[in-house]
């Protein structure tokens, strides 16, 4: 199976996933319908990726395992050590109670959503541009979805600056979404 036809498998089963939420919590509809356009986008870089030149999808996963892992790894103890803890950033603020489901659609399905997308989006493009855009764009989308603190807004951006070198490096989404999907679980629980 070519790296395409597999994360458009993944984008799908995501897809899948924030119906559910969004028929199953009405509370959750307006994020689900945020991150369903989000995936849909995704799946359209996926789907012209041969067919606009500029439009470059990295791997799931290439090179090392242990390399991909290794920048996973540095990447949530930065933000875990000099960001979020000094900055004391609190929990997420869930509008329903936890559950499996909720826990589900915070540490999977958004940050698959989300890496496919922005790392699309900074695999494209120059490394320079890449980390100044992509950070830009990755904390507006957050403060439009309603995550407005100034420090969750500098932890977001300090993240995206940390998952695109990865991502730049490596070829790979693994370190990225490896790391994305712990943070979001940790500020879950």
């Known amino acids: 199976m070519r790296n395409s036809e597999i994360l458009f498998s993944l984008l799908l089963l ?12 009405p509370s959750l509809f307006p994020l689900g319908s945020v991150y369903t356009v989000l995936t849909l986008l995704s799946l359209v870089f996926i789907l012209s990726e041969e067919k606009i030149s500029f439009i470059r999808v990295p791997s799931l996963m290439k090179g090392k395992l242990l390399n991909n892992l290794t920048y996973a790894l540095l990447i949530v103890l930065f933000c875990l050590f ?4 000094p900055l004391k950033i ?4 869930l509008t329903v109670v936890f559950s499996l489901p909720t826990f589900i659609l915070a540490s ?4 698959v959503s989300e890496e496919v997308f922005f790392s699309t989006l ?3 493009f120059p490394t320079f541009y890449s980390l100044v855009m ?4 990755f904390t507006i989308f957050h403060f439009s979805v309603g995550y407005g603190s100034l420090s969750f807004l500098l932890y977001v951006f300090l993240f995206r600056v940390l998952a695109t070198i990865a991502v730049k490096e490596t070829g790979s989404l693994l370190p990225s979404l490896i790391a994305h ?3 979001n679980a940790t500020a879950c629980l």
């Open 90 to 93: 609190p929990p997420w603020n």
């Open 134 to 137: 992509t950070p830009s764009l």
């Open 122 to 124: 900074a695999f494209s």
């Open 82 to 85: 000099f960001v979020i803890y």
């Open 181 to 183: 999907s712990i943070l």
């Open 108 to 111: 999977i399905l958004i940050p």
């Open 14 to 25: 995501v897809l899948l996933g924030f119906f559910w939420i969004m028929v199953n919590i």
